[in-house]
């Protein structure tokens, strides 16, 4: 018998001591993975993970599962390109979807967009998932449910409007856009206050049919050069309905 094909005691004690180590790095990454999996399925955030390239679905958490109203199950393994998805969403919004993914896929970087489905808005963040080699590997996506967020902004909208409409109905100047022909495409309620003419009396009109003669060549001036003019303020007499200035 060749004793030389019998490992030595220090082999053996080498060759445990690494399977030992391989066994603790393996429960170490089974703890993680099932430590980032737990916090998946319960961040108030949607979560899914695609392969790359063949954008095959491997990951989705709890809470995208029951947004879209399907199983895992029957997620798994289902790409954005098989019919099958489109049918749980819908094909306008698939379609978005894999449109920025494929952006992501060649630029290699983060994209982030919006969509709206059923009344509910999201913020979608796709990003591309690297190897130890730098090798595209994966597609991971953020989905936020921004619903509240975006009533909130409508809101704040409204009320800048309101207040906006407030301060032009109730002030003291008179406030007005015009086009660069001089035609009044908007003039603020105080218009009736300050000179006794109904809006849709001046709307539509020549804003020079109401500015006093004299006046006319310098807004005249102002209006063909606004580019180069720094600070545009002028002043002019305007025509009252009475027919004083």
Not at 6 to 18: A, G, I, M, Q, Y
Not at 32 to 55: F, G, K, V
Not at 65 to 81: A, D, M, R, T, V
Request: proline share 4%; charged share 35%; aromatic share 12%.
């Amino acid at each position: 018998m060749d004793s030389s094909k019998d490992n030595s005691p220090d082999e053996v004690f080498l060759l445990k001591k690494r399977i030992t180590e391989l066994e603790e790095e393996l429960y170490k990454f089974k703890r993680e993975a099932n430590a980032m999996r737990y916090y998946l399925d319960n961040a108030p955030i949607l979560a899914i993970s695609l392969e790359y390239p063949s954008c095959k679905t491997i990951f989705l958490n709890e809470k995208l599962s029951k947004s879209i109203g399907q199983p895992k199950e029957k997620i798994i393994g289902l790409s954005p390109y098989d019919p099958e998805y489109s049918s749980m969403l819908s094909k306008e919004i698939v379609d978005r979807r894999i449109k920025y993914m494929e952006e992501m896929f060649r630029r290699k970087k983060m994209v982030v967009f919006e969509d709206e489905r059923e009344g509910r808005w999201f913020r979608n963040f796709l990003f591309p998932i690297f190897d130890e080699e730098n090798n595209l590997i994966q597609c991971g996506g953020l989905i936020q449910e921004i619903t509240e967020y975006k009533e909130m902004e409508e809101k704040r909208l409204e009320d800048k409007e309101k207040y906006f409409n407030y301060l032009i109905e109730y002030s003291y100047d008179i406030s007005t856009i015009f086009s660069l022909d001089g035609i009044i495409r908007y003039i603020g309620p105080s218009i009736n206050r300050i000179l006794g003419y109904e809006q849709k009396e001046i709307i539509g009109k020549s804003i020079y049919d109401f500015i006093h003669p004299d006046d006319i060549a310098n807004l005249d001036g102002c209006i063909r050069n606004h580019k180069g003019i720094k600070k545009p303020l002028i002043s002019f007499r305007l025509r009252h309905k009475d027919g004083g200035w």
